[in-house]
């Protein structure tokens, strides 16, 4: 059979002849792009924006912070043992007579390094995995079923935990390590879950009947269909591999001296916060706001990237409201 | 069983003079992302007591939102003005508690989708018993009794037991059927229903549309039946109206609109639907373009930027409904009313004539006689079977689902098969089977004279060029992540063509669609299902393949967009010369675009053969109760017509009956005597040769005209 | 199989040999092999393994570095922890539930701002945090009232004299505060998940057919919606309780109580592989049973998994 197409036939006579089936299609002007539709949702939720610029501000803070100020986290101010905050020290001293700002930012740092990293690295790993195993099933796929089921009964926290004297004195590094190791399974056991809807929709099944390769399945059709969800999973991995840190370095578990977290910090001086509030709350304030920011900015990503999302609703009454006031 | 003392009043016990319903001047708008959706603008209609009302329209007409708000069950952020009068009664402002105590009591609602309708976590004669509850100070007990009653008066078998099982136990036409039971229980004055039957199969389908006119008769009440098919209504309604872009263009008695529809959108509808009734090919009227946007109407005629008679008199003012050929009770929204009444021809061929629909030539190869064409697709004795699995560690196999069991067709060059059947009769799996290409677990599939048993990986990846598919859901067969130009080259980077080639070649393929090369660099999710499903035709055209598979390829789309893709199929045929196997449950369109057709029930063809015979004389039962309960958009065929009501459902064909798998629902088998019955129950019949290129799968095959 | 785990990493990564080796003045050489052979040190680990279960098995739980027996703490320790996690937890479903529907119910309203704003504050506050703040709190309070209303430390008054009403006076002084900061928590999580199960069910075409029978709104929702809505809550309710004696390591450290949480970290910090392994047992036992109380918590309320 041959084909033949050549430009003038095919023009005019294919759809004029059936009574132009051409549909209208709607007006460029109009038309959004998914991108653009997405951003301008996203730009709506005040509350998401805010956590953003509070994210961006406190990765600046932590890098740049330490540079403005004249104390260093490992030098001592022996002049002021145990000062609430003022001029010289913003953030107080702790018994030692270290600058509390300058140790707060250099635990900001680390936590929130830590954290990025973690996230980073576990949803890819979470994607991969994830995706193959939900795709080819079979072997791969039931070992990563047992060991989630596994990690439910034997919480990561344990784990670490148990394994800490191990990685003691070396590099923190180990400790995302080790944090990325437990924490993507969770994603990937959805990533999992998606991939087994998305197999069932047309356009997978499409891309195999016309002999596409597995492989490339994946990387063109499944990953990127799912691209939402890991962009939400990377964000909310941020904040809870941040309070995975802190919590583990809150016992001594997790980063350890010389190096400095929010979570050393918090520990350390949780006991005194009683009576020398600010060497607890200025790291604790620093954590919370962060993770707050972080749950802000993933909410409002997920409404944003929901195509079902009815928060116009609310927008609109509002609206009416004020114009009926 | 002594009947409960609840009881329907005698029927014909208008409790109010005038009408039952009267709507006037009703709007309704959302807010959404892109503004303001005005979902219904300007809508004035009334039901009397006892009368049926129909309301057609396409999705995004504002027909179910209209009766939603005669309930009072719209969103709170639904903005409602005009007048909705109940009896004499103004709904709109009443509060949720007044609202109440009419709803379900004076007023019922039947919902489109059975499945949802019912809460999973409750057994359905509690639902039914709490309908009576809301209402009724009786017992607990009574309103128990009266459930089961009214169980047994839709029809559900064993209605004691049944009343206890919970709505998952329940089958889609089951469930419907309880749903309905639900809204007579308080022989309410007023029944909506929602197109009540859109979720169904045609068999189920008939049953419910006959239990509905059961209802109005032992409750009397008016009922106002939504629906986007001309067919359902036209037996069954005794007016009907129109709905278009949130606004009814025209209503009148149900046979005036069929014979003499006066607005252009009418004409277009009932052009564009093709007919079961009609043998020689009929031209099929597509409506270009799509229904506008609600968020932003254009001036005039909303109608106008699709109608073949706009003027530009059209865009200066939306035409009011006004009366039309002198009858008071017919009224059209169109300023040349005159020009259609004035056509010699009526209803659909009115609309060939002024849509100017064409039929599309045969294909060349069509000429040659079909047993010298080459077989593109055989299928011999294919069989396919699912395990059924119980145990969460140890997976015990309990059963044996026997999806396909045994089916053998052939496809020709340049010929199209229809394969029809009801849900789980096994048809996407012979689907599936098909494009999966591997060896069958018993039978043999050849493509182009290749057994797929035989073929290694690499042979396999080269007989996917010459087999492409087009699936159902224009909305899910694009990846959303790829521009419009990606899903059409993707076949081709595949099998390795050149960047030229491709960059030649997929405008091309637009143009061939009738789609504008331009939006190539747009994504999926800027395109309408209509358009859609033509990139959809265009990537499965990209390898230039001999058989394209088509799965329901219009059944997800809207009656207008949907003649323009049929037409467009078989344009394409006649110009490539290309094969099909169009799998469908819609048997309208079947005969349209088939040349054969196979019937399936039950993993197994129980008929095959040329189009025309077998619609014509059918000669196995089910075919024929399948035939019969198509409704055609004709009143006045449709009340002469017999139907065949099958009874009960489907059975599982984990345990398919022995001997003749459809002996359990057969009309015929029950009407024999018991030693021709037992033939019934022990042989499977075989498919015999009943015509010419006809064979049927029946011990006592016999022609019966349904249509 | 996740004690053995457990038993196995910590066995491999605790050096307890190392931490007396460590001691000023360092303690003589054969009172440290003595010390290996009692701790069984000398053995491969499987073999430890199989002799520390098979004690397990017979109610033994083996003996601490210190050599006291696991067994004679373990039931104190186990009713301490249950005292703290059951009212916490039970105070976190009732109100976290109610938060959700309301919530649910109230969508975009200003009672669903202020819970979804509160959630989200407590869901990025870590345990650690919310305690002492708790703690800072309760001071301030005993301060302005002037005695110790709200007890933070510990279970009980050590050397408390009283009848056993006023024992439990002090027992409740001591209990507000730490269930506080368990519930609080629950409440936050609890709440987001039944909002969204709510609001689910909200648009379903069920909740529809129940309104056009007559019910009311506001019944159809608690009849029809809130029994529908509850399905997938019950998983979250069970394993929430088991993963709560992680999260309530936190809690008891912070106030002082001596439950399996504060002995899980007593443990590692001591290296001490059959505490650790003893506490890992309870986890994952309580996890287990989470498991087994869902799956009955979900044929309880959905039919659908009933008759499967």
């Not at chain 2, 849900?423 to 039978?443: A, D, F, H, R, Y």
């Not at chain 2, 000669?619 to 139907?643: F, G, N």
Request: aromatic share 8%.
């Amino acid at each position: 059979m041959t084909v033949i197409l050549n430009e003038g036939d095919a023009a005019g006579t294919t759809g004029a002849a059936s009574g132009g089936p051409v549909d209208a299609a709607p007006e460029p002007g109009k038309a959004m792009t998914r991108g653009r539709l997405v951003f301008i949702r996203f730009m709506r939720n005040k509350l998401a924006l805010v956590g953003l610029v509070v994210i961006l501000g406190m990765y600046l803070m932590a890098f740049v912070g330490p540079l403005l100020s004249k104390w260093s986290y490992d030098t001592q101010d022996y002049s002021a043992f145990l000062e609430p905050p003022y001029s010289e020290h913003i953030f107080g001293t702790d018994k030692i007579g270290t600058d509390m700002f300058a140790l707060t930012m250099r635990g900001l740092q680390k936590s929130l390094i830590i954290g990025l990293l973690v996230a980073l690295i576990s949803t890819t790993v979470a994607a991969i995995v994830g995706a193959a195993a939900g795709y080819f099933l079979g072997v791969a796929d039931k070992t990563l079923m047992w060991v989630v089921d596994l990690l439910l009964v034997l919480p990561s926290f344990l784990i670490i935990a148990i394994l800490s004297p191990w990685f003691r004195g070396k590099s923190w590094f180990l400790l995302v390590l080790m944090l990325a190791a437990f924490q993507w399974m969770i994603t990937a056991r959805i990533v999992r879950g998606m991939t087994l809807t998305l197999k069932e929709r047309e356009f997978v099944k499409a891309a195999k009947f016309m002999g596409q390769p597995a492989r490339k399945i994946i990387a063109k059709h499944i990953v990127p269909n799912m691209a939402s969800l890991l962009i939400i999973d990377a964000t909310i991995n941020v904040g809870s591999a941040v309070l995975a840190e802190t919590g583990l370095s809150y016992f001594g578990f997790g980063v350890q001296s010389p190096d400095v977290s929010l979570g050393t910090l918090i520990g350390g001086n949780a006991e005194s916060a009683t009576t020398f509030p600010w060497l607890f709350l200025f790291p604790a304030g620093f954590l919370v706001v962060f993770v707050l920011a972080v749950n802000w900015v993933g909410d409002g990503l997920r409404d944003a990237l929901d195509p079902t999302s009815t928060r116009v609703r609310r927008k609109e009454k509002k609206d009416t409201k004020e114009k009926a006031a | 069983m002594t009947t409960s003392e609840l009881q329907f009043d005698a029927p014909a016990d208008p409790v109010v003079d005038g009408p039952v319903l009267q709507v006037e001047d009703l709007h309704v708008s959302f807010p959404s992302e892109s503004g303001r959706v005005r979902a219904v603008r300007g809508l004035s209609y009334h039901v009397s007591p006892g009368e049926v009302l129909g309301i057609v329209g396409e999705s995004g007409s504002g027909k179910s939102v209209s009766s939603l708000a005669v309930m009072g069950l719209l969103p709170s952020s639904a903005r409602i003005t005009g007048s909705i009068k109940f009896q004499g009664r103004e709904l709109i402002g009443q509060n949720d508690a007044e609202l109440s105590k009419i709803r379900g009591r004076r007023v019922s609602m039947v919902f489109q989708d059975p499945l949802s309708a019912l809460t999973p976590v409750f057994t359905v004669g509690d639902q039914i018993a709490e309908a009576i509850l809301v209402h009724r100070k009786v017992s607990k007990q009574a309103a128990a009794k009266r459930a089961v009653e009214l169980l047994d008066l839709v029809g559900i078998p064993n209605a004691v037991e049944r009343a206890k099982a919970f709505p998952h136990e329940f089958s889609g036409g089951m469930r419907q059927r309880a749903v309905i039971a639900m809204a007579i229980a308080n022989d309410p004055d007023l029944i909506i229903a929602d197109e009540p039957t859109t979720a169904l199969d045609v068999t189920v389908q008939a049953q419910v549309l006959q239990l509905l006119e059961t209802a109005q008769e032992v409750t009397g009440a008016g009922i106002v039946i939504i629906t986007h098919d001309l067919g359902v209504v036209a037996g069954f309604a005794d007016r009907l109206m129109v709905m278009y872009a949130g606004r009814a263009v025209e209503k009148g008695k149900v046979d005036e609109i069929y014979q003499q529809p006066r607005m252009p959108y009418t004409l277009g509808l009932l052009g564009s639907i093709p007919r079961l009734d009609v043998s020689e090919k009929q031209a099929l009227v597509p409506i270009k373009g799509q229904p506008p946007s609600l968020t932003d109407l254009p001036d005039g005629c909303p109608f106008a930027p699709r109608c073949p008679m706009v003027v530009d008199a059209c865009h200066t003012a939306e035409p009011p409904l006004m009366d039309v050929d002198g009858s008071a009770e017919h009224a059209a929204a169109c300023i040349r009313t005159n020009e259609i009444a004035a056509t010699d021809a009526e209803g659909a061929e009115a609309a060939v004539e002024i849509f100017g629909a064409e039929v599309a030539a045969e294909p060349e190869v069509a000429k040659i006689p079909r047993e010298q064409r080459d077989i593109v697709l055989g299928l011999d004795n294919l069989v396919k079977e699912y395990p059924i699995n119980k145990g969460v560690v140890f997976k015990r196999r309990v059963g044996t689902v026997h999806a396909v069991a045994g089916i053998t067709f052939d496809i020709r060059e340049g010929e199209t098969l229809g394969l029809v059947g009801e849900s789980g009769c096994g048809k996407t799996t012979t689907l599936m089977e098909i494009l999966n290409l591997q060896k069958p677990m018993g039978g043999e599939i050849s493509v182009l004279g290749t057994k797929s048993s035989e073929v290694d990986a690499k042979r396999r990846f080269a007989i996917r060029r010459d087999m492409s598919v087009v699936f159902q859901d224009p909305m899910a067969s694009l990846d959303p992540r790829l521009t419009i130009n990606d899903c059409i080259a993707e076949p081709m980077q595949v099998h390795g063509y050149t960047k030229d080639e491709i960059n030649r070649r997929v405008p091309e393929l637009m143009r061939l669609v009738g789609l504008r090369p331009e939006q190539l660099s747009r994504y999926p999710g800027e395109f309408s299902g209509g358009q859609r499903q033509r990139i959809g035709i265009a990537r499965a055209l990209a390898l230039e393949p001999k058989l394209v598979v088509l799965d329901e390829p219009v059944s997800a789309l809207d009656v207008s967009i949907q003649a323009g893709v049929i037409n467009l199929l078989e344009e394409l045929k006649s110009k490539l010369g290309l094969a099909y196997l169009f799998v469908a449950h819609d048997l309208s369109v079947v005969r349209h675009i088939a040349d054969r057709v196979a019937v399936m029930y039950l993993g197994k063809i129980i008929e095959i053969g040329e189009v025309d015979s077998v619609f014509e004389a059918p000669r196995h039962p089910y075919t024929q109760a399948l035939l019969s309960a198509i409704p055609i958009p004709d009143p006045v065929k449709e009340r002469q017509r017999e139907r065949i009501l099958l009874t009960g459902d489907l059975p599982s064909p984990a345990n398919p009956p022995s001997g003749c798998r459809f002996r359990t629902r057969c009309f015929l088998h029950a009407s024999l005597p018991p030693e021709k019955q037992r033939q019934c129950i022990e042989v499977e019949p075989p498919r015999e040769t009943q015509a010419p290129d006809h064979e049927a799968a029946c011990h006592f095959a016999q022609i019966r005209q349904v249509l | 199989m996740a004690t053995f785990l457990a038993f196995t990493l910590a066995s491999a990564t605790f050096d307890p040999i190392g931490v007396l080796q460590q001691r000023n003045p360092p303690p003589p050489a054969a009172s440290i092999e003595a010390k290996k052979r009692d701790l069984h040190l000398d053995q491969p680990i499987p073999q430890r393994f199989v002799t520390w279960m098979g004690g397990v098995v017979q109610g033994d739980f083996g003996r601490t570095i210190t050599d006291r027996p696991i067994t004679d703490e373990l039931g104190r320790r186990i009713g301490v922890s249950l005292r703290l996690f059951l009212l916490g937890i039970t105070i976190g479903i009732l109100f976290g539930v109610l938060l959700g529907v309301v919530s649910a119910i109230r969508q975009y309203k200003f009672s669903d701002y202020f819970a979804t704003l509160f959630s989200f504050i407590l869901l990025s506050t870590p345990v650690f945090v919310l305690g002492t703040l708790l703690k800072m709190g309760a001071q301030g309070i005993n301060d302005s009232i002037g005695t110790n209303v709200l007890i933070f430390v510990g279970e009980t008054t050590p050397g408390f004299q009283g009848n056993w009403f006023e024992h439990l006076g002090d027992r409740l002084q001591h209990l507000i505060v730490p269930t506080l900061a368990i519930a609080l928590g629950q409440i936050a999580y609890y709440s987001r998940y039944q909002r969204s199960s709510m609001l689910d069910v909200l648009g379903s075409d069920f909740l529809r057919t129940a309104q056009a029978k007559g019910l009311t709104r506001r019944k159809a929702l608690f009849k029809h919606g809130l029994r529908t809505a509850l399905i997938p809550m019950a998983t979250l309710f069970a394993f929430g309780f088991g993963l709560l004696v992680v999260g309530g390591t936190f809690t008891e450290r912070i106030f002082g109580w001596f439950g399996m949480g504060d002995w899980l970290v007593t443990g590692i910090s001591a290296q001490d592989t059959n505490i650790t392994a003893t506490v890992t047992l309870f986890v994952a036992v309580c996890v287990l049973f989470s498991g087994w109380l869902a799956d009955v918590l979900y044929a309880a309320l959905d039919p659908r998994i009933r008759v499967n």
